[in-house]
Every structure is written in C-alpha cells, then in structure tokens.
C-alpha cells in the first residue's frame, strides 16, 4: 500500500482501495456461504388503497427478522419465494402511507393500506440519509417541487421565495437566470460567502458565478442550468442540528435537493408538460416630459444665477455669468452665449425611449420524461428545453436538459446507481446595471427626455456619456453558454440487516464560455475601435464519500450510527482573450484584431472531512441525535487546517406521553432543541492565508510583479454556534398543524477583510475579526379549511431575524459607498447625509448636524435604516373542487429600506442639466415661501443637490405581492382513457399580479450588485416581470 | 479481517490528508520568494513602474484631483466625486481622493521592497549597474510619491521600510511638511547617484532626478538650485527641447518625443482613464468632465493660447460640446501619462530667474518664458516686472499645462489660489485626509486630520 503514497494522487487511491475492499468483502462471504436455497413458501399478495381499493405500486414489503425485501409491481403484487414458512410477519411501507406490519398465514392475500395525512410520517431527506418528519430533531422546512413549478422562472431557487419560514430569497433584477440573494436565518458573514450549501443527489455544486465579462452587475446564476422540471423535492436545513453534518460549509444552511427516480414495480410513466406564456414589465419609471424637464433646468439657473448674485453682494465681488442665460430660450435669443440655446420649454419634445427598451417576453417550456422500474431496476428519463425572453430587450435566456437517473440492484445485498443531470445555458446577454458604457437601461433611462434619439442627419444622438439606445438595441453583441454536468455514481451494500456501507462519487462540471463584440457604432467599440473578449472557465469540483450506516432496533430502543468520510476537490480554470482594432465590423473574432492581449488563471482547493452521526429514540417518544464532523482546507495555514464542528439535537413527542394521549384536540405535540457549530470558508480566496506576490503589473509591456496580500498564517474557520428551540403542534386530527422556532446563531472569527491603512501599502487583510449573531423566530401555520367535495387548505409562514454585527474591530465601508458595516449595528445599514426637512422659508435643505459644528461635511453621515426586512413570509391557499385546482399564492416582505440610486441620479436638482433625464418627483420641488416638501429648491450652490447619498432618496422597499395564481383543471379519467392517456390537467398562471408598495421605482425587490456586502440598492436593474401562461402535464 | 482492513484504510487516509491539503498557488508567489534574483527584482521594477502609472495614480487620479481642482474644468457628467472636486466641496469620503492616497502609498511600499531586498540579492546575473538602476529607481519613485503626498496632503507618515506583515508599519504619527520635503531631498539624492546617465523617457535617468530636482526647489524657493537644476536638463537639448507646434508631444500618437522628459507608457493591456473621462460618447468616452467656457476662451485666443487651442475639439452639431483632447488615443486609454515636460523646466527657470532678479535681456525670466510662448505661436511677453512675470508665468502655465498636474499646485504654491480661484478658506489648499484612513489609523484621524474637513 506505500506504493499509493507516491502516486500523483494517493488519497483518491486509497478512497478506491476502501471502496474495493468493504465491497469485496460482503460480496466474497455471501459467495462461500451461501448454501442452494431452501424453498418453504411461496407468497403471492397484492397490496391496495384501503379508501380507494385500487392498487398500490412501489410498496416496499418486508419480511420481519430477516433482510428479504420487494416491491409491488404495477398492479400491486408482489411474490416471496422464501426458506420461511408461513405464517410470518410482513412489513409494508410506502412514502404517503401509513406503515403497516401484518401476520400472513396463507396465499394469495390482500393487504390494504392506509393513506396518511398527517405529514408526521413524510420522509424528510436530511443529511446523509432520511428521516420521517416526526423523528425529526433538527429544524427542517421541505418545499415539494409540484407546489411551486407553476411560477416561470429560470432558476428553483426563486420559486422557494416565500415558501418556507427562515428563507429569504430576493430577485436583484427581472433579467432570467441572473443572480439572486438568498439567506437562511440571516447574514452570518461578510467576507466569506453567505450562501448556502447546495446538495443535488449527494452532488455539493457550485453556486458561484463563473462569469468573467461584465453585465456591469449582477452576474449570472449558475443555479439556472437545473431545471426545476427535474427536481422532485427541496429541503431547507436550517439549525446546527441539521446542518452540522455538513461541517464547515453549512453556516449559512443547506438547501439538499432531490432530483425525480423511477420508483420499482411501476409501469413506464410518460409525462409531459409544457407552458406558453408572456412577460411584461408592471411598471416603469416616470420620467418628466421634454418641455418638463425644460422648464427645470430653467428655474435651476434663474435661482442659480440669483444665487451667485447674493453671493457676490455678499462678498463684494463680481459674480460668476455661469448661470446668467438660460440654457431653454429662444433659438435667436443671444445665439453665441453661453450655454447655447436649446429653445423654449414649450418647444421641446419628449422621447420615450424606456418603452423602446422593454418589451413583452415570451416564456416556453417543455419537458418530457418516462419514468418506471422493475423489482430490480428503476429508471427516470427526462429531457426539457426552456426559453425565456427579458422583458429587458437582448436578454434572452435558454436551457436544454436531460437528465437521467438509474438505481440497479445487483442482488438482494447490493445497489448500485447513478444520477445525472446533463444541460446546455445559452444566453444572451446585455450590460444592466451600473456604468454608463453599452448600458441598455442607463441609456434607456438616463438619457434626457428632451434629446432626440437621432441628429439631424440621420446619425444617432449619443448624450450624457451614454451610447445611443437604438444601436445598442441592434448592436449588442453579448452571449454566454453554459456547459454542465452533476454527476453521482453510488455503490450500496446491505452488509447485515442492520448496516449499510454507501460509497459515492460526484462531479459538478462546469464549462462557461463567453464572447462579447463591441462594433463601430457602440461607444466601446469607437473607443477601442472594436472590442471583441472571449473567455472559457472550466470549474470541476469532485467529491468521493463513503458512509457505514447502521441501524438497529431492540424492544423501545432504535439506534442509528453513522460514519464517513468526504473528499473533495475543485479546480478553476480561466482563459481569457482580448482583442481590439479590428478591420471592420464584419470580422468578430479576436484572430482578425489587431491588438489581443489573452490571461489565464487557474485555482484550486482540496477539502478533507470526517463525520459521524449518532441517532438514539426510544420509543418514538424521546429522539436525540449527535453528529461531529472533521474538515481540512487546503485553503488555511498549516496551523488552523482543520475544524471541527459538533451538533446536538433532542426531541420530546409530549403527544406520547399519558397525559396527553387522551386529549383529542391535539394531534401531536413535539418538543425539539438542538446547539451546534457549523463552519465557512466558501467564498475566500484559495490561498488567503499566504503572503503572496502576484503578476500582471506589467510596464511597458515588460512583466511586473507587485504585493498581491499579506500573510496571515493564523487565518482559520469562520465559525457559528446556533441554538434552536422549535415546537410542532398538531390539532383536529392535523387539520392544523403549527410549527414554531426561535433561533440564536453567532458567528465568531469573522472572515473579514480587516481595512488596514493605505500607508502600509495593503488596503486589507483577510483575517479572522468580528462577531456577528442573528436571531429569530419563525412561524409555519398549515390549516385544512374544507375537507370535502370542496377542498381548501392554507399555508402561512413568517419569520423574523435580528442580524447585529456584536464585534467589528473598525467600520467596513460595502462595495457601494451608501453601506456601511459598524459594530453594534445590522448588516446592509445605509449611512447617508440625513435630511430632516425642507425649509419652507428658504427651500434649503436642512441636513442632521450630527457633530453639532453648524457645517455639514463627512462627519455628519449617519445611519439611516436598514436594507434587511423586519419580517418576511408567504400567503399559500389551495383550493380544489372536483377537477378544479386553485392556487394563490402572496409573499410580503416588511420593513426593509432601499437606496435608490435610480432616483439620486434622476432627481440631481437641475445640476447634471443635459447630462441626465429627471423624474416627476423632481417636480415636487421647493418653488416658493410656504411650500412643504421634501424636495428643496434647484440651485447649484449650497446643499441642496451636492451631498452624496442623503437619506432622500431611503424609501420603504416593503411589499405585499400577489406572486402567483394559477388554476387548473384536471379533465375526467374516464375522458382521457379513451386517449390512453393517464392524467391530463391544464392550467392557467400568471405571477407577479399585484405588488402593493410605497417604493417610487417600479419593484424594490432589486439590487445593483452581487457583491455579499450590498443589499437594497436600485441601480440600472430591471424590475422583476409580471407573467401570463398557458400550460399542460399530461401522463400517459 | 475486514474491521482492521477497514481502520488501515482509515489510517491511510489520514496520513496522506497532510499532502493533500497542501495546494499551491501558480499564479502567485511567496512573498519570501518575490525579489531573489535578476529576474524577479527586474519584474519588481516593472511593477514599480505599473503603480507609479496605475490608474488611481498617474493613470488619471492624481492629474485629476490638481486640474479638476484648478478652475478651468467643469463637471458635464453624473459622478459626485469630480462634482464635489470641480466646486472645492471635496469631503473627505471623496471616492478620488481616496483611491490616489491609497495608490501613492502602493507605489511607495512597493519601492520599499525594492530598496529593502534588491541590496541584498545575490546574483551574478544582476550586475552592479543593474542593481543601482532598480534602487535608484526606487528612490526617486519614493521621492516623487512623497513629493505628490507633501503638495497634495501636507506632511505624512514616512513609511521607508516594507510592510511584511499587517503589524508592521503602524502607529506612526505625521511627519511635519519640512521633513516630508527632506524625505524627498534624501531620496532624490540617493537616486542621483545610481540611476544611469543614459537618455529615458519611460524609466528613470540622471536627468529625470535632476527634472524633479528643479521642481523640487522651486516649490522650496530655493532660487538658485531651481534654477540650476533645470539648467543641467535644458541644456541638453540634443535631448531635451520644445517640440513645434504644442501639438508635436502628443498628437497623432506621438510618444516619448524631445518634449517629455519622464512620462508613463500604456499599453493595450495597461491602460489609463483619462480619455474615458475627457472624451464625448461619440468618440468612445464619458465627457465627465469638460474645459470650462473661460478655458475653452483663453485656449482659442490666439494671443493667449495659440497653437495650444489644439488641446480643445468641439462635437458635432447640434452638441457642439467642447472637449479636452489631450488624451484621445485609439484603442482607448493608451495615452501617456506627462509627469514632467521641458516646458516646465522653462517655466521652474524663468521664475527661479525672475526671483533672483533676472528679469529680463539675455538668459534671464523673460528668456524662458518666451521660449515657451513662441512654441505656442506667441509672440513675446510684455511683462517685465518681477509681479507682472509672475503673473504672466502663472496664466502661461494655465494655457501650457491646462489638463496635467500643475496650475492647482503652484496656485497653491504661490498662495494664489485663494485669491484666483475665490476659495473661502485656505483649509482647502490641502485635500482631506480620507475618511477610510482616519477609520482605521488614530495618527490620521481627530486633530491629525487635515483641518476643515
């Protein structure tokens, strides 16, 4: 074995040589000793619906006391040709019925089965392995992909917005497949990622963008290259209890998806779906018209020029003429002075050129899949194709998948299986948000709307630093493809009754590549007389696990055990290439450019972890479950290379107790507390404990090195204690089942960028300072209305969380000035100049004088508000009469403030002039002694408009939307069996119906930048669509 | 049996995890690894050179904060940064303020490890020549970044050895403006004696030291060493001389010509803002600033600006926008950046001159100012008083240097500022210390800030 010490890689080796053996070992025993069969029975039996009476597929029967197990087949049989005679006791299961053990003396029998509905026995997929709900001592919220497929987006993550207590998920921008922010009980990092963990079929995927061309914002999501078509089940794992398995990267939680399998003994089952349907913008920004805008910029030379005047007499000087013509004046009226005359307010045009931008998109989607098994095998085969258009023109978002999953058992010991989920991502894409350069929205909506989109001959109007919008329109040239592959290989062997050995091999594979072209009509392209980029980046990230699971059951007492161990590896890779200079804009590729320059990067990190868990339960009463694990990065020095994190989780089911097993009222009553620690390390460089020298800082084409960091050879594990406490009240025979938590996490050893003082040549260091905590409480309320013919039931969830940075050694400025992180305070508060009020008298703005000197400057921002909710939650109630399904679905968010930058750029007082378009609530304008506003008069001197941010343009980002609404109809069996068909339903949906708001932009669900640090902060996005479509599943 | 093989594997694992979690960078190196050789001290010297050129400092940063704050420019675009500068309503969160503080103490650090380790590097192939270019290069980077510091902030904390760990080089109070100057002094002599005596214009020469050298004394008044320092550059003049007309230095891509004595190279690869900033969106920029209409008056009158009017253009109708067009190269951002030019030396002689009472007939203040008036297309100056040459000195630089580093700081230099550009309070003369840095280091924050701020 020394041999594989000296291989190029000695640890996946011996991961093999593991595999190898304990799979070798069962399979070798069960070779020698295994004498001919002993036949003493045989069992026929069908299994049906007690209510129903119809047959049940897929019930898994066991017989008691040994490890023989099938499955029913399509028509509910199922046979046991066994060494047992009869009578003996059976053990069925299947997911939605209850668990029934039954003596059987004699063959054929049926048995009958009884529907659940209670959720308490719902298998909840939980860390390595499953557990039924009621078991459950962690704080786990599971979202079925049926319940939310009906809203048309591009990425599943934005269908769980609103879907479970604890989740918050916000849309930055109405572009599909771009970036998103999501937390689980809050922020807990600032430097480090706040994602959470991602887990699809035991596959850990990259969440991070690899996008290397700017859309000047947010990037793109890789999370859209799975299609919500494909996913069977979300689980959101939330305290220490759940997540500490998953060790140092679950800090920020863990979103475990299950993606759909063939189930054994069923029949090939084809589904079909698809939806048509349109996207729209709800709403757009007002602009003011040309003669308005006009009229403005007018009075803000009048009082500016007045102004100057005072001033002078004041000072007894000459004053300034800056201000002394009026830039909207007759077209004769002193043709040579300065500013030039543009013509009388009246005479002015307006060009609308948002609604040029924006358009209605259209929304496809497909998806076919068959699906089914036999007592050995289990297959799922889909494929689906998904196209959606921006509402924001040029935005176009694509996606092709095929998916396959297959679970084979080898004998009765052993299985094997794999997963895969195989997609191309084609976009194509535009710069959104910030910078003015080939900026769609920036021109749309920034231009002035007096200027006219054309000169007079015929050439486009360029203004303000913007490109023109109609060359944009027909001129962008921007796409990425998106190449991946999530991939699990699993091997399991039963090697008694009661232990399991699991090994598993994983890929994500990611190929990205962009291309961006910039011709002679864009203002990139002039600059640089065009600008073609293209960059690949390939990311691989490989996971080998094993796990021992045992579990055994004696008398009252269960125990489980599990251990294991993970290894896993990424490697980046990024080619870049550049060229400018072309010949003409009819050669796009960098080959034809004149000058290229080209980078290549390339990064990696080895991760090593031990885990194990420890279940104990006696008698579904009482549940306790230990869980530690182990993990080494490559990623910290030698010192601090590995965490540990612990967890511990107890649960009392009182319902079981005597004293309540008689009170009929309540249903179930679960007490659970769990403490843990959880760890972060996602989202820092891969070598950010080294004091390192980088390339690139090249002179005169001559390479140059420069410092690139400084050391910190003691940077360790970012990590967070989390203390839960939940309840799960069940009452009317589950007809109302609540379910309640209260949490406490604190993040101690901040990953943070420490600022150090520009004088030492570094700027920061990553370093482990700071302390932050979140605490909150969330509430999930489901009730069964009606139960009859007419079906109703209702889901309500709210959660609230308390984020405070307790230690931060000095205040962190975010990657957008208006932000900042300060000790004592939460993340995302905007730090502003604070507007109290207008002065009726003089129409001056009167800021907050914080340090009380009678000036304002710098040291008088202050903070104002906070970008993070008070609260969030969703609004779900399902109806359904006959074949009629109904669905609506609100989400709210209160409480939280926005900064929108839209509006301090559109409402600049008259001081940008030609340089920017204005909006109607600049008219609000002081004009006159006595008015009351909050908009102070327009003059280029004093405060009024030079301050930059004031908390004028803070608003209320709360809302109340209608996200979803959607009915259905199920057409009668009997109809469609005529057409062979299974079951067909139609539906209609629409998202985004109603938003009820106080903001001034269109949505405040938005944000300007990817960055961890920014939230709330309106720039050049597009706000989030409102959708209509049509749509069917059909299975056959 | 299969219980011990399983532990073995175990035990494997473990021992061969070590090597498994160590990763090396491939795109980085050890810092202890950064300058050992010929080869990487001449990559640090490149890199020295990148950061003296970086954007945030010479690349358009610097230049900016001096001529938006010279009152010839005006804001035409949607920054508040520029706006805040252009108006003399700097704050001390002034986004531009920030990023050339930070990138001039970069640039310092970097020349701190350069003069730190190169000495100390023992390679044949990095022969003595070598070895004092690189440290004499160094020296005078350090000398002219503390010397941008001292103008453009007051005295600063002297930071002359590199930071090797995030502990080193704190707490270290401001050093008063006299000391930050003989830093400066220092430096420049050290350089003096170890750059070549070759001819650059992109890297560091004996004539470059003695280029700062003269500006160097003039902003000390030290007359006569002004004088002769720019003397010993003038007369090079095989070398160094104004080229005809003002537009030879910098139009249809000229670069490196008699004119410049250092300026910074940019490629494709390494570019600068500036003509992202001057530039109107038809010709690829942002006009985020544009010459003001007295600006745009003194360069189109031919008694005043001359030939100089070629650094102005006007956009087409209906626009008609003036813009400064100094930078204006294709692909973008490859303009040089001018940090001295003869012209200047010219300037720094003729009231040096002037100031030694040389006033005017041969080689004397009006000698030198002419010299430059005539490549402008001007004819010679009237005055001939001390008060009346130095007047005409300061709106000659006005017309000569409009878009560069200068009339901001002599206006301040001469105390003049206030009067001419009719601040209201002579705090302004000095940027504010950044609001970061007051945040994370007490010899910068309270009273040690700049006051007024």
Known sequence: MEIFLHKKKPFLLASLFLLLVVLAVPLKILAQVEPPPLINSKLVGTVIDSLTKQPLPGVVVRIKGVTHVVSTDGDGKFTFVTGQKLPYTLILSSIGFENKEIVVSTSPTIIRLKEVNSQLNDVVVVGYGTQTRKSLTGSVSTIAADEVRAKPTATFAEQLQGKAPGLQVSTSTGVPGDGMFIRIRGTTSINASNDPLYVIDGVYVNSGSLQRITTQGQANNPLSDISPDDIESVTVLKDADATAIYGARAANGVIVITTKRGKYNTAPKVSLSAYVGVAKAPKLWDLVTGPQHAELINEFYRNSNADAIAIASANGTTPATTYRFLPFRALTDNPTASPAPRGLPQDQNTYDRLNKAFRTGLLQNYDISVSGGNDKTTYYIGGGLNKQEATLKTNDFRRGSFKVNIDQKINDYVKIGTSNILTQTYRTNARVGDGPQGGILQSALHTPTYLPEFNADGTPGKWAGFDNLDVLLNNTNMNSTSNRLISNLYGEVNMTKDLTFKTSWSVDYNQYNEFQYWNSLTNLGIANKNLGTSSVSNNTIWTNEQTLNYNHVTGKHTFGALIGNSLQGSITNQTLAQGTNFPNDSFQQIASAANTTSSASESKYNLSSFFARLNYNYGGKYYAVFSIRADGSSRFGANHQWGYFPSAGLAWRIKQENFLKDVVVISDLKLRGSIGVTGNQNGINDFASRGLWGAGANYQNNPGTVPSQLANPDLKWESTRQANIGLDLSLFKDRLTLSGDVYNKYTSNLLLNLPLASSKGFSSILTNAGEMSNKGLELNISSVNLDGAFKWSTNFNISRNINKIEKLPTPVVAAYAAERMVQGLSMYTFYVYNQLYVDPQTGNAVYEDADHNGIINSNDIVPVGNALPKFNGGLTNNLSYKGFDLLVFFNFVYGNKVYNNNNYFLEGGGTRDANRAMDIYQLDRWQKTGDITNMPRLTAYGQNYTLSPTSRNIEDGSFLRLSNVTLGYNLPKDFIKKARMNSVRIYASGSNLWLWTKYKGPDPEINVSSSATVLGYDLGTPPVPRTFQIGANITF | ?453
């Open chain 2, 1 to 453: 049996m299969k219980k011990v093989t399983y532990i073995f594997a175990v035990i494997l694992l473990f021992t061969s995890c070590k090597k498994f979690l160590e990763v090396q960078p491939q795109l980085q190196v050890d810092q202890d690894q950064a300058i050992i050789n010929a080869g990487t001290a001449a990559t640090a010297a490149n890199g020295l050179f990148n950061l003296l050129a970086a954007n945030s400092y010479y690349g358009s940063n610097f230049p900016a904060l001096s001529y938006l704050s010279a009152g010839d420019i005006q804001w035409s675009g949607s920054q508040s940064d520029p706006n805040e500068i252009t108006k003399h309503l700097t704050s001390a969160t002034n986004g531009y303020v920030q990023s050339a503080w930070t990138a001039i103490y970069k640039t310092i650090s970097q020349a701190n490890y350069i003069i730190d380790k190169v000495p100390t590097v023992s390679d044949p192939l990095l022969t003595t020549t070598l070895k004092n270019q690189y440290l004499g290069e160094a020296y005078f980077v350090r000398a002219l970044a503390y010397f941008d510091l001292a103008r453009g902030w007051g005295g600063v904390q002297l930071i002359l050895k590199p930071t090797n760990t995030a502990s080193d080089n704190s707490d270290i109070p401001r050093s008063s403006l006299a000391d930050t100057y003989a830093q400066v002094l220092k430096d420049l002599n050290a350089a003096e004696t170890l750059v070549p005596a070759t001819v650059s214009r992109n890297r560091v020469t004996l004539k470059t030291v003695q280029a700062l050298k003269a500006r160097f004394y003039l902003y000390q008044k030290n007359w006569a060493l002004a004088e002769q320092f720019a003397t010993s550059v003038i007369n090079d003049n095989a070398n160094y001389s104004l080229v005809a007309p003002y537009s030879a230095f910098f139009a249809n891509n000229a670069v490196t010509t008699n004119e410049s004595v250092f300026e910074l190279a940019y490629t494709t690869s390494n570019t600068n803002g500036h003509s992202n900033w001057w530039l109107p969106p038809a010709l690829g920029g942002r006009r985020e600033w544009s010459p003001n209409d007295a600006l745009v008056a003194l360069l189109n009158n031919p008694a005043i600006g001359g030939n100089r009017n070629t650094l102005i253009a006007q956009t087409a109708p209906p626009g008609n926008l003036w813009y400064g067009k100094l930078y204006y190269r294709n692909p973008l951002g490859t303009d040089p950046a001018y940090v001295i030019r003869i012209a200047e030396l010219y300037l720094i002689r003729s009231e040096a001159r002037a100031q030694q009472n040389n006033l005017i007939g041969a080689n004397s203040a009006q000698t030198d100012l002419n010299a430059v008036r005539s490549r402008a297309g001007l004819g010679t100056t009237t005055a001939a008083t001390l008060s009346e040459i130095l007047l005409a000195l300061e709106k000659e630089r006005q017309v000569e240097f409009p878009f560069e580093a200068d009339r901001w700081f002599n206006l301040v230099r001469t105390d003049r500022a206030q009067t001419v550009l009719a601040l209201p309070d002579k705090h302004l003369y000095l940027f504010p210390i950044p609001y970061n840095e007051t945040l994370v280091d007490r010899q910068l924050a309270g009273a040690n800030r700049n006051p007024g701020y």
